[in-house]
């Protein structure tokens, strides 16, 4: 391809800036890359590589001459101008919850079902950040073994809000500390020095929809229907990387040792495990960090094949920015950037 236009949609939000900075890193082959936010930023600036790029308005004809569109301005945004995009024949790569469970639209995790590209008609999604960092360490387990059911706890950052979460939990702990009242907004009660066991919105099960996403979506990208998942989702005040308690009971057993040896092998992995050094992976150590980082594996000795692990990852990077990014490459890679029926959104 000589020429490859990418479109950065929600470019100056906490994942747009991530964006913008993973394209660089890894010298993503754009020929043109664009940032679009809302009417509200538009003539703003932005940093790519070397460059100040001015943000334009998203609009419905902002796609023309677009190969690829990343979106990270959330479901609304998404849901509105996607199937513009697609229409035009640029292929959306988003991010928000709009797509994920829409049977039109493959949600791929590069390490986990890169071959659910193949499908893909003009909207591909990328999972929830939760979801994304639990199989990129499950995924190798599954196929060797087989996993009949996942029990995952979450200790998410707050990043994972946008700037707003990050603003609310500064603004919170400097207000605290000068012992004056706290405000919020972001969330429903204080969130420094708190756990908020609830993320995204309350469901009629009274489980939330971002434990629900974590059900769902890896049901979808397993292509298990019976894989069982438990998940209950906690808001912790860390700035970035989410952290997960993951229980899993699986087919065969598998020793605590040959998981080590297993996930030190697997793509976009990295053991930490060493109790007796005081090694196991932390949020602050993933900020920044492309791996997602696995330790404190363990057998469950209160069933027959079960194992205990802890997972964290960047929740704005694997969780959002480097999923997308990886999943454009890996579009150019199998040269499927195109959209095969333009009308399929249009209907
Ligand atoms: P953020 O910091 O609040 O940024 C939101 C971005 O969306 C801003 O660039 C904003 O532009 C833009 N935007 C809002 N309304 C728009 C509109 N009508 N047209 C065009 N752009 C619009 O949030 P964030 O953390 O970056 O997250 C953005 C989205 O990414 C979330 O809503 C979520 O859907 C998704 N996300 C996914 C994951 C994941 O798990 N994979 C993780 C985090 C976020 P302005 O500057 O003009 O307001
Ligand atoms: N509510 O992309 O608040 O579905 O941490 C990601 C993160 C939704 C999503 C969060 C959320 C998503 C959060």
Known sequence: M????????????AVGREML???AQRDFPATEVIPFASARSAGKTVKFKDQELTVRELKEDSFEGVDIAIFSAGGAT????????????????????A??????????????????????NGIIANPNCSTIQMLVALKPIYDTVGIRRIVVSTYQAVSGTGQKGINELEKQVRDLFNQRDIEHKAYPYQ??????????????????????????????????DKIGVSATCVRVPVFFGHGESVNIETEKKMTAKECRVLLSQAP???VIDNPRELLYPMPIMCAGQDDTMVGRIREDE?????LNMWICADNIRKGAA????QIAEELLRRDLVRVPDRNVFMK
């Open 302 to 306: 209160s069933i027959e094949n079960g």
């Open 268 to 270: 976009g992995v990295r």
């Open 322 to 325: 480097l999923n997308a990014v």
């Open 78 to 97: 998404s849901t509105k101008f996607s199937p513009f995009a697609a229409h035009a024949g640029c292929v959306v790569v988003d991010n928000s919850a």
């Open 21 to 23: 900075e993973t394209l």
């Open 2 to 13: 000589d020429k490859l236009t990418v479109a950065v949609c929600g470019a100056t939000g």
């Open 99 to 120: 797509w994920r469970m829409d049977d039109r639209c493959p949600l791929v995790v590069p390490e986990v079902n890169p071959e659910d590209l193949a499908w893909h």
């Open 191 to 224: 969130i420094a020095f708190n756990c908020l066991p609830h993320i995204d919105i309350f469901l009629d099960n009274d489980y939330t929809k971002e434990e629900m996403k974590m059900v769902n979506e890896t049901r979808k990208m397993f292509h298990d």
